[in-house]
Structures are given as C-alpha cells and as structure tokens.
C-alpha cells in the first residue's frame, strides 16, 4: 500500500502581517521582549513584507546599512536595529 504524497507550504509570517496596526503590534512584541535576536527576525520578517527600500527610507537609513545591522551583531548595529523598530512601531501605530 503506498501513502499519498503530502503536500506542504513554506509558512512565512509575513505574508499574515496585512495591516499598519498587524505590524505595529508585531515589531512591538518584539522590543518587548529586549532579545537583539528577536527584534532582528522581527525587522527581517516586515522587511519581507513591506519591503527593505521602504523600511530604510522610513527609518532614515541607507538600505546597505539596514542590510549590514541585519546581518551584525555588533553593539552600534544593534543599536540601529532597535532605532529601525522604534520607528517602524511608531509609523504604524499611527490611525489614519
């Protein structure tokens, strides 16, 4: 007896991250938890939603540097992770 094949999606929670509000509560459950690894997959996961070249102009920074605080573990990287958050939750928790 052979089991029929299974067919599987790749889950991606930014494909459920729709609305300003979905992402402001998203990116704020993240700093809250002050886990630099946490706020970065947060960061990278709306970054796949909206886009990097939105999220650093945005944020006020270069798309190379958002790449480089990305991929950084660094003191200064992580510190421009959090600005990028901070202003992410703050665009998107604003009613318009």
Known sequence: ?????????????AYHL??????????????RTDDRAIIRQAITTVSRALGVKKIARDSGIGRERLFRALASDEKREVNTLIKVARTLRALHSRVE
């Open 1 to 13: 007896m052979t089991r029929p094949h299974l067919k599987t999606t790749r889950y991606d929670s």
């Open 18 to 31: 729709k609305s300003k509000k979905d992402i402001a509560a998203y990116i704020d459950a993240a700093l």
